[in-house]
C-alpha cells in the first residue's frame, strides 16, 4: 500500500534513513515520495518530494581501485571487525560464506555506483560477535543526464551478480570504517546520540566463488543493544552481522483512509521501547514494502544489523521469510495475525 506523508513527514523519515555516502559527498536524489518506499539508490537529499529509498551506505576509503594491483595479506572477517587489522589495510579473506544475495548499495548525483555483499567468516552454525562484515565494490558509474543520474550497469563491478546466501566465496579488499560525517551536526540538531562507525570490507577488487555452505542461523541479540545509535563496542561486534530480535512491538502511525500500522515511509518500522528500526532497503527493489496490521508484534526478526546512514538499523533479507509473523501480502500470510509472542520473548527483546 503507497500513501503519501506530509513534507515534514516525508523529511524527518528521510533524514533518519537515507543513505550515507561517506565515500562521495554528492548524494542522490531519490525518486518519489511514496510510502513504503526502501532502498538502493540512497542520498541525505531531504525534499518533500523526495522518497524511494533509503539508499546505501558505507563509503570506502579511496574513489577507485587500482586494478593492476589486487592482493593483501590473509585475513578474517573477525580480525577487521574487532580493530586486530587496522583501517586501510588491504586483506584477503578466504572461505568467507555470503549471507545475502548482491544489491545496489549505493548511487551517488553524479552517477557512482557502489555494490556490496553481506558476509560471514565460515565454519559457523550461528553467527557470533565479530563474524559479519559488508564487502562494497564499485562498478561503473550511471549515465547522468539534467534529469539525474540513471541506472547503474550491473556486472560491472567484480562481485558476481548471482551471489546468493551460502556461497563460499574469497574476497580482497580492503578494511574500512565509515560514518557520514554529517551525521553528528543531524544528531546535534535531533538531540541524539551520534552513531558509532560500521566496519567494512571496501574498495573489493577480487571476488571468487569456491563452492557452498550452509548459511549460519542468526545470534539472538537485544533490541537495545543494537538500537543504542552511541554503542561502539556493541556495533563492532554486532555490526554487519545476522541477527534476530525477539518480542518486538510495531509503533503505529496515522495511515490515511485507513487504520493505523507500523509501515511508515520509506518502508521504515519503529518499535516500541527501543531505537532500533527495521528497515527494507534488501528486498524492496525486488519484492516491495511489507504489509503489516495494527498493533503487530514479531515473535522473530531476523536481519542484518546495518548502519543506514546515521541510523543503526535491522534489515530483513525477506519480508516473507524473516519477519514472524510474515508481511500481509506473502503467500499463507493470516491477515488477521498480530502475533503477540511470548512474554519470556518481548523480555529478553528489552534486557
Request: a negative charge.
Amino acid at each position: 500500500m503507497t500513501i503519501s506523508r506530509s513534507s515534514a513527514s516525508l523529511v524527518a523519515a528521510l533524514v533518519a534513513s537515507a543513505a550515507l555516502v561517506a565515500c562521495s559527498s554528492d548524494s542522490a536524489t531519490p525518486a518519489s515520495s511514496n510510502r513504503g518506499g526502501a532502498g538502493g539508490t540512497g542520498g541525505a537529499d531531504a525534499s518533500a518530494d523526495s522518497a524511494g529509498g533509503s539508499g546505501g551506505t558505507g563509503g570506502a576509503t579511496d574513489a577507485a581501485v587500482d586494478a593492476t594491483v589486487c592482493e593483501g595479506v590473509d585475513s578474517t572477517i573477525t580480525a577487521i571487525a574487532n580493530g586486530t587489522v587496522a583501517p586501510g589495510t588491504a586483506a584477503k579473506l578466504t572461505g568467507v560464506v555470503a549471507m545475502s544475495s548482491k544489491w545496489l548499495v549505493s548511487k551517488s548525483k553524479k552517477g557512482t555506483c557502489i555494490w556490496g555483499v553481506f558476509v560471514s567468516e565460515p565454519g559457523l552454525t550461528e553467527t557470533a560477535e565479530y563474524s559479519g562484515t559488508l564487502a562494497i565494490a564499485y562498478g561503473t558509474d550511471a549515465p547522468v543526464t539534467d534529469a539525474g543520474s540513471g541506472t547503474c550497469p550491473t556486472g560491472t563491478d567484480p562481485i558476481p551478480n548471482d551471489v546468493a546466501p551460502g556461497d563460499v566465496l574469497d574476497i580482497i579488499g580492503k578494511a574500512d570504517s565509515y560514518v557520514y560525517s554529517g551525521c553528528a551536526t543531524i544528531a546535534v540538531d535531533a538531540g541524539t546520540a551520534a552513531p558509532a562507525a560500521g566496519i567494512q570490507f571496501s574498495n573489493v577488487c577480487s571476488v571468487v566463488k569456491k563452492g557452498t555452505a550452509t548459511v549460519p542461523a542468526a545470534a539472538v541479540v537485544s533490541s537495545n543493544t543494537l538500537g543504542n545509535a552511541a554503542a561502539a563496542a556493541d556495533h563492532a561486534k554486532w555490526g554487519n552481522v545476522l541477527v534476530q530480535v525477539q518480542g518486538v512491538t510495531g509503533v503505529d502511525i496515522p495511515n490515511d483512509g485507513g487504520a493505523p500500522d507500523p509501515v511508515g515511509a520509506y518502508g521504515i518500522i519503529k518499535l516500541e521501547g527501543t531505537d532500533l528500526e527495521i528497515h527494507d532497503k534488501l528486498y524492496y527493489p525486488t519484492k516491495g514494502a511489507p504489509t503489516f496490521g495494527e498493533a503487530t508484534t514479531w515473535s522473530s526478526v531476523v536481519g542484518l544489523s546495518y548502519l543506514d546512514f546515521c541510523t543503526w538499523s535491522l534489515q530483513p533479507r525477506d519480508k516473507c521469510t524473516d519477519f514472524t509473523p510474515p508481511s500481509l501480502d506473502c503467500p499463507g500470510a493470516d491477515a488477521g495475525a498480530t502475533d503477540a509472542g511470548s512474554a519470556d520473548a518481548a523480555d529478553a527483546a528489552t534486557e
